[in-house]
């Protein structure tokens, strides 16, 4: 255990905790559930850069964190489903975008491909803490605040098209790097 671990573990903690208050009517409670929200983003910055200076990168801490970075931005696209500040397959396409990348780099590492991060996949990241921080803070915002709706509105869709876009990306790099060969012998050894 060290201390960039403890800071991934202290962000999956704080998902039930933004869910509880995104989900409340009262405005105080949901402006602390964007406060917890942007916390626990910065945890996942922090946490990885904390890792690399300490030279305190382990496999565990590698295969936690984006654990981590999914639950935590699936957690809270639920919890805005539930109280109707997203739609239903806004959410289900960009958890489904996490869950298809995730799946790809198992199964592109079990070929022996590696497909790293790439700076299109931490603009996406961004994208979704700002985007989902947004949405957040308009539940607590009054309603005569239009403009602050369509600044939410508009943080959606970029988070959206990011989504969609850094996942295509991902798929791409990898059947570059496998190349169709690979991914035909690798059918042909399953029966």
Known sequence: MNLPIALTLFRIVLVPLIVVFVISS?????????????????????DGT???RRNQVTRFGTLLDPVADKLLVAAALVALVQVEMVG?????????????????????LSMGVVVPASSFGKVKTVSQYVGITLLILERGVPSEYSS???????????MLGLTVLSGADYFYRF?????????????????
């Not at 949901?30 to 910055?45: E, G, H, K, Q, Y």
């Not at 239903?88 to 592109?108: D, F, K, P, Q, S």
């Open 50 to 52: 904390m890792a690399r």
């Open 88 to 108: 239903a397959w806004v959410a289900m396409v960009i958890i489904g975008r996490e869950l298809a990348v995730t799946g790809l780099r198992g199964v592109a």
């Open 148 to 158: 602050f709706h369509l600044l939410s509105v508009a943080a959606l869709w970029v």
């Open 175 to 191: 059947f570059l790097k496998a190349g169709p060969r690979a991914i035909i012998k690798d059918q042909e050894r399953w029966p």
């Open 26 to 46: 009262d405005r105080v409670w949901v402006l602390i559930a964007a406060v917890i929200f942007v916390a626990a983003s910065l945890t996942d910055w922090l």
